[in-house]
């Protein structure tokens, strides 16, 4: 424990990393829309790999981040991390399913209803990097 006390980042390292990183995907997927030479079935197709690529550098930050928290301060001062991996799982295992279920649906050509899906998603994510910036 003194060898990762001695070398692990503090917990901030990661979490601002990792909110940086979440807002470059967002910024990066708003911009993928707004080519015109891109189809729509082909940007949902690269969102989709793009998010699951993401994902799993989220997963990695978050065991690192929780890692640095508890080896540098225990179970103290934990409130923000804890939102940022509420937010974080809530999104993979509720609205990243529904999203990808979507983007396939789109990506075969069929026809989605609207639904708010999206906005929900953003929302955790905005509530995520606030609270990664509060770490």
């Known amino acids: ?7 692990l980042p503090l917990p901030h390292s990661f979490a601002i990393f990792w909110a940086g990183s979440s ?5 990066e997927a708003k911009s993928k829309f707004k080519a015109k030479t891109l189809e729509k079935k082909v940007a949902f197709d690269v969102g989709r790999h793009v998010f699951k690529s993401q994902a799993r550098l989220e997963w990695l930050l978050l065991f690192t981040a929780w890692l640095s928290q508890l080896t540098h301060f ?3 001062n934990f409130t923000a ?4 991996t ?3 799982l809530t999104n993979q295992f509720i609205f990243s399913p529904i999203l990808m279920r979507r983007a396939d649906a789109i990506i075969k050509g069929e026809t989605v209803p609207p639904g708010n899906s999206h906005a929900v998603l953003v ?6 990097c ?5 770490v």
């Open 1 to 7: 424990m003194d060898l990762l006390h001695k070398y």
């Open 23 to 27: 807002i470059a995907i967002a910024i």
């Open 74 to 76: 225990g179970f103290t």
């Open 81 to 84: 991390l804890t939102i940022a």
């Open 86 to 88: 509420f937010s974080f």
């Open 123 to 128: 929302g955790f994510e905005i509530v995520k």
């Open 130 to 134: 606030l609270a990664l910036l509060r």
